[in-house]
């Protein structure tokens, strides 16, 4: 029979070209797979001879027992079988589907539609990394370069060292006990929080999602913040329920307005971000959390609290959440490990009643078992030895000069004339700025200065004021240094009121 063509692919790696054996392993396997390539190609058919070892073996260069190698790897994979004193053939009906002819192959990619067999269509939105900017004004983003890796990697590696074998299996899917027990006692401490249960999940958004997939269903109404966290806002939308914006004002959201709204029916939630109203920042005060209140217990609606970064609070102490005062049991708290660590760390949690808690953690179960144990007994370590205290004492006073550095340069550019306004925030990683003009096509055309931040028009829910008529962006000040606040500041000034990104004298 005539020669086959064989497109051979010897491994590239240099270790294993090092390593005689590897290499010569590498080799027979790179045979086998010509051979099988070939076969797939037609060019020798079900039921032909394959041409003989020792042929096979000249026309590639090789050593005999390599081709015999390779032939044995193909009979074990089910392509050729060895025929007494005949050699070896491919055998009658090949193993796998993708020896199809190509039109059988387009036929069948053809029938087998998987855009046709979505169940549902998830936006997928292009995601621009913040972090890749030089500039990242990102409005949550906590300083990872201060991130104590060093001390964490200890206690990571004592928990390594002393494994707590039985956690490390499948299990109680609420979070590792010590974990659960270090969160208890810190938010008793510093958000007033007692009488309910706490489970760990792979982040708040998690807790968001579960949330959403037991309480609601097509129909249900979700009462949200008008500018708001957009993740949550999806998170409730994905269940079929309607999201029904409530006026804010420089307070934070009115509740006349939330009366209004819950009369007419339908609303099963009330998400909320009372202590650092996202994205604006500012504080609910009590009487409106106290009105709030009464009418969720009034019209039976449970309260989604969101204290995503009440770690960072400033000139006083931040005021106590909903959940510490909630004698009818309707607040669901939620917070997170991603402002005091990094987003990737992926530690949330959930705070509320039994009976909810009970279902979140069978709905986990569902999900993915469980979180990653290994870091949440090493987080429980580094809480319980004092390091998570000392870093946070620590971010704190840094984020506090970065809040007050970052005002400093904004007032600076208020008196040069520039028409912007601030409220100065009494905690959070942000300022919310009026910079009184329309920002549209801001944000591209800052992401090709290196700059990135976000403006009102991804954060208002409201869409139906005409594009021009935004003007607020989010200035995160945690995330930079004060000489990388600075220059970007001035890059997003100058483009906004001089046209030009070129720095100013
Ligand atoms: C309002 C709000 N909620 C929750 C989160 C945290 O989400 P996760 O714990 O899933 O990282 C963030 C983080 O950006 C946030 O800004």
């Known amino acids: 029979m005539k020669a086959l063509n064989l497109n051979l692919e010897f491994s590239p790696d240099p270790n294993l070209a090092a390593n005689n054996r590897s290499a010569k392993q590498a080799k027979y396997l790179a045979i086998a797979n010509a051979l099988r390539q070939a076969i797939k190609e037609g060019q020798v058919a079900p039921t032909e001879a394959l041409p003989s070892a020792r042929k096979l073996a000249q026309q590639l260069a090789v050593n005999r027992h390599t081709i015999m190698a390779a032939l044995a790897e193909l009979v074990a994979q089910g392509w050729v079988e060895a025929k007494e004193r005949s050699g070896y053939r491919v055998v009658e009906n090949l193993p796998i589907q993708s020896s199809f002819t190509a039109s059988k192959v387009k036929q069948a990619k053809q029938d087998f539609d998987w855009q046709f067999r979505l169940k549902q269509n998830v936006p997928v939105t292009p995601k621009v990394k913040a972090s890749q900017y030089p500039y ?13 890796f060093d001390e964490f990697k200890s206690h990571f590696s004592q928990t ?52 959403s997939q037991l309480l609601l269903q097509p129909g249900d109404k979700v009462a949200v913040e008008q500018l708001g966290y957009p993740p949550a806002w999806a998170a409730f939308e994905r269940t079929g329920a309607e999201l029904i914006s409530i006026n804010q004002d420089e307070r934070g959201i009115v509740p006349e307005h939330l009366a209004q709204v819950l009369a007419l029916g339908k609303v099963k939630l009330l998400y909320l971000t009372p202590l650092h109203q996202y994205p604006t920042t500012v504080s609910l005060d009590i009487t409106r959390r106290m009105q709030i209140y009464q009418l969720a217990v009034q019209y039976g609606v449970a309260i989604v609290e969101d204290d995503y970064d009440h770690e ?184 906004l009121y001089s046209g030009s990104s070129e720095p100013t004298g």
């Open 136 to 148: 990242n004004f990102s409005g949550g983003q906590p300083d990872i370069r201060k991130f104590p």
């Open 160 to 211: 390594c060292q002393r494994p707590k074998i039985d956690d490390l299996s499948y299990g109680d899917s609420r979070g590792e006990v010590e974990l659960i027990k270090e969160i208890s006692t810190y938010l008793r401490r510093v958000r007033s929080i007692t009488d309910k249960e706490l489970m760990i999940c792979n982040g708040s958004q998690e807790a968001l999602y579960m949330i």
């Open 312 to 495: 960072f609070h400033y000139d006083s102490q931040p005021i106590a959440p909903m959940a510490a005062d909630d004698p009818a049991g309707l607040v669901i708290y939620i917070s997170t490990f991603s402002k005091l660590m990094f987003g990737s760390a992926r530690i949330g949690y959930v705070v509320a009643n039994n009976v909810l808690i009970e279902q979140l953690a069978a709905y986990k179960m569902l999900m993915n078992h469980k979180s990653n144990v290994l870091v949440q007994q090493t987080v429980a370590k580094w809480m319980q030895q004092g390091g998570f205290e000392g870093h946070l004492r620590r971010m704190t006073r840094l984020y506090q000069k970065r809040r007050d550095f970052m005002v400093q340069q904004l007032k600076s550019y208020q008196e040069k004339g520039l028409p912007i306004h601030f409220e100065v925030p009494a905690g959070g990683m942000a300022i919310w700025l009026d910079t009184g003009k329309s920002i549209v096509n801001l944000k591209e055309k800052l992401l090709s200065k290196g700059v990135y931040l976000q403006t009102e028009l991804e954060f208002n829910i409201r869409k139906e004021l005409p594009r021009e008529e935004y003007r607020f962006i989010r200035l995160g000040f945690a995330a930079m240094n004060e000489t990388e606040v600075a220059q970007g500041l001035n890059i997003v000034m100058n483009l």
